[in-house]
């Protein structure tokens, strides 16, 4: 469902993403993990056609997304890693921009707004100005338009990121169900414990390359040190050789 | 490439404006008897327009700068003194407001020095002056603003700007309107030459700053230091006066006032899509209706924005009253200017399109990714924000030019040459402010006037005023033709210099259209967003 060729961005002399290549499967869940300026929302950017590559192609559903943009963002969604939303809308009217934008049918709009933000718990703000809302209330906002259109290919860049422990449990339900319905997930996170509970397979990214792909039960197998993903994570990264540093602080 | 065309097209405007200056200037300073004190009133008026400018533009900056900037959370909590933050913002807000208006005057003050056979010495008076005058212009609008933040809570001092940039539309009105300056090109207006010189000699207001700046130069080039030391002092005295007035009240207030723009007022409900959605016709289909229904909420939503249609509002006022006023009893003098009339309408509309199109893709902000990873193009979000600018641009032009032709009593032909070029106008302004918008989009800014006053806002004002001007070079040929035919009584029309003209029109038009736009759907697609 989500294919990449040697994907690669530059900018300048600076090597952003580097011969990116990928395959999902319709119904999986991908973890994209990664040290902070890995690389992980420019490859976000390019997958969605919200930047250029400099070599490489993408492919959503079949369709080319630098060739035939529209085929393939018809069927994607995105949650941006910041849920900057217009200040100057309200929750509803936001929710009603996006739905005509994916051209959603006004009468399923109608039934299905109301319903979305109830399911976030933001349907008493529902006609208040974006600007009013808190980080968390925008995230779900986010979600609620991405769920509107209901995307056969959804990017999450750290989707966790700001929502309370219930609405984030509430997330982590939703995004099961829509796996088991068949629609493939794009993750970045830094929290390792969702990817481990999560995602069906986990691609580590370093410096623009992706080092280590696969399920969890495999980068174990790669990596020198057995258990959590974050051990397995650390391990395949260098992240103990903070230990030393730390022991040097005390 | 691209830069260096634009900085060879900003060079070459200034030259035009300053040409044009230099001849305008010295026709005054032609004048017997009067020519001098012209040149003073001249430049008295056009100080005085650039202070309620640089007072407006600081009364709307210093709200984002003071008050809402994104770094002032940061640097509040920080161990600087709320005083010394506040006299930095306060300094910082004066450079961004000032700075177009003092860039706008250059090629004017520089075409007054050489016709008055100035030195190096007068360029260092004005550009020393120049200082404290913008000071106290944006000192006034800041102080406002701080005022207006301290006595009302945060929700409703945007809303209150509309009441503060009516008082101050309405006071450049007035001022205008009292020099009267349709009474100075006419001297046989006036009883006796004394009484006229006595109008001129008279200052515009001894309390206004503009006034001591015009004064202090008056006596420069009059020779006499001692008046031009005084009103140089005075002026010189009162920014300083008023710096140290506005940090006493920034530590009294600033704190307080940037509190309280922090709470938002949650109790404001709105109804579920506003009306400025239902009011964008069908026909447009769902997402162009989509994208011009939010922009139109957005728009009535931000005092920011709808405030500066105020500012539009008096200048048109002024523009169609002054129009009104003039006294045309020749043939010739109504033939030039209703001629000219459609050059100042352009002029109009490029600055309209500079306020509300070119920062339309801009203002997107933040929200950018929204449109970019819907099932759009880009060109079809161009053309959307095209939609959403070219039909308030047509209608203002229409109307203005209507309304000035009906004062004027123009003949049919005018009236008709100027419809269909404002038309036309109006649909290339529209495009180039969305192209040179999409050129250099400021996706991360807060207010709007800091899209207008950017480098990419300036080229395209200049590009613009360049395209008018060249419309209505091509414009005067035929207009040569209709009037010299009227005079001699047979037609002088010739048809393949009429041809070449529209050819040279319709290629001016097409390429003024298309080329921004073009280069901003390429610099946009390209761009990390």
Redesign the interface.
């Given at each position: 469902m989500i294919r990449a060729e040697g994907l690669t961005k530059r900018?300048g002399d600076v090597t952003a993403v580097d011969a990116l290549d990928l395959d999902i499967a319709p119904g999986e869940i991908f973890g994209y993990l990664g040290p902070n300026g890995a690389g992980k929302t420019t490859t976000v950017?390019l997958l969605?056609?919200?930047?250029?590559p400099t070599a490489g192609r993408v492919f959503i559903g079949g369709h080319d997304v630098q060739a035939d943009?529209?085929?393939a963002?018809?069927i994607?969604?995105?949650v941006?890693d910041?849920p900057?939303?217009?200040p100057?809308?309200?929750g509803?009217?936001f929710l009603?921009?996006?739905g005509?934008?994916?051209?959603v049918d006004g009468g399923y709009q109608k039934k299905k707004i109301p319903e979305l933000l109830e399911m976030f718990e933001i349907a008493d703000?529902?006609?208040?100005?974006v600007?009013?809302f808190s980080h968390g209330m925008r995230q779900k906002l986010v979600l609620a338009?991405v769920l509107l259109h209901q995307p056969k290919v959804l990017f999450l860049d750290e989707p966790m990121v700001g929502l309370d422990p219930k609405s984030a449990r509430l997330v982590k339900d939703i995004f099961q169900t829509l796996a088991r319905r068949g629609v493939t997930l794009f993750m970045c996170t830094h929290v390792l414990e969702i990817a481990e509970r999560l995602c069906h397979r986990v691609g580590i990214v370093e410096r623009g390359r992706v080092t280590r792909a696969g399920t969890l039960a495999e980068l174990r197998a790669q990596s020198s040190s057995g258990g959590s993903l974050e051990d397995v994570f650390l391990s395949l990264t260098g992240g103990d050789r903070d230990k030393d540093l730390l022991r040097a602080l005390d | 490439m691209e830069a260096a065309a634009f900085a060879a097209l900003g060079i070459l405007f200034f030259v035009f404006l300053h040409w044009g200056a230099l001849r305008f200037l010295r026709a005054v300073h032609g004048v017997e008897l009067a020519g001098p004190l012209l040149l003073v009133k001249i430049l008295s008026m056009a100080l005085l327009t650039a202070f309620f400018m640089i007072l407006f533009s600081a009364t709307i900056t210093s709200f984002t700068t003071l008050f809402f900037a994104r770094d002032l959370a940061l640097l509040v909590h920080t161990p600087l003194p709320h005083r010394t933050l506040f006299a930095f913002k306060s300094l910082e807000t004066a450079v961004f407001s000032s700075w177009m208006m003092v860039l706008a005057l250059l090629p004017f003050l520089a075409a007054y020095g050489r016709v008055t056979g100035q030195g190096a010495g007068f360029y260092l008076l004005l550009a020393v002056l120049g200082m404290p005058f913008a000071w106290l212009a944006s000192a006034g609008g800041i102080g406002l603003s701080l005022g207006l933040m301290r006595v009302f809570p945060a929700r409703r001092v945007r809303d209150i700007m509309l009441a503060v940039a009516m008082g101050i539309c309405t006071g450049l009105f007035l001022w205008v309107r009292w020099l009267a300056p349709a009474k100075f090109l006419r001297a046989d207006t006036m009883s006796a030459t004394l009484e006229y010189i006595a109008l001129l000699e008279a200052p515009s207001s001894p309390w206004l700053p503009s006034t001591w700046y015009a004064q202090a130069v008056a006596a420069f080039l009059n020779g006499s230091a001692r008046e031009a030391v005084f009103y140089g002092a005075a002026l010189v005295f009162a920014a300083a006066l008023a710096f140290a007035l506005l940090v006493a009240a920034g530590e009294r207030s600033y704190y307080a006032g940037w509190v309280a723009a922090q709470e938002c007022d949650r109790r404001k409900k709105r109804r579920p899509l506003g009306a400025e959605w239902r009011g964008v016709p069908g026909f447009f289909g769902t997402r162009f209706r989509a994208i011009l229904g939010k922009d139109l909420a957005v728009f009535f939503r931000d005092p920011n924005q709808w405030s500066q249609l105020l500012m539009l509002a008096s200048v048109a006022a002024v523009y169609l009253l002054s129009i009104h006023k003039l006294p045309l009893d020749s043939r010739f003098l109504k033939g030039l200017v209703s001629f000219l009339n459609i050059g100042m309408t352009g002029f109009v509309l490029a600055s309209v399109a500079l306020r509300f199109v070119f920062p339309a893709v801009s203002l997107e902000g933040r929200s950018w990714w929204a449109l970019r990873s819907a099932p759009l193009s880009l060109w079809e979000i161009l053309w959307s924000k095209f939609l959403g600018g070219v039909a308030p641009i047509a209608v203002l032009g229409v109307v203005l030019v209507g309304v000035s032709n009906h004062f004027l009593g123009v003949d049919p032909f005018v009236t008709r040459l100027s419809n269909l070029t404002v038309l036309v106008m109006a649909v290339t302004l529209a495009g180039m402010g969305v192209g040179f918008g999409a050129l250099f989009p400021r996706f991360g800014v807060e207010n709007v006037a800091q899209i207008q006053t950017s480098a990419g806002g300036v080229l395209f004002m200049v590009t613009g005023l360049l395209y008018v001007a060249l419309t209505l070079a091509l414009e005067a040929v035929l207009m040569r033709m209709h009037y010299f035919s009227a005079v001699v009584g047979r037609s002088l029309w010739s048809g393949p210099v009429v041809a070449a003209v529209l050819a040279v029109m319709a290629l001016l038009n097409l390429l003024a259209f298309f080329l921004p736009l073009v280069w901003g759907h390429r610099h946009l697609s390209r761009a990390d967003v």
């Open positions: 900018f950017k969605t056609g919200l930047l250029r943009p529209r085929a963002k018809k994607l969604g995105l941006p910041q900057y939303v217009y100057h809308l309200t509803h009217e009603r921009f996006v005509d934008l994916y051209e703000r529902g006609d208040e100005l600007e009013t338009g | -």
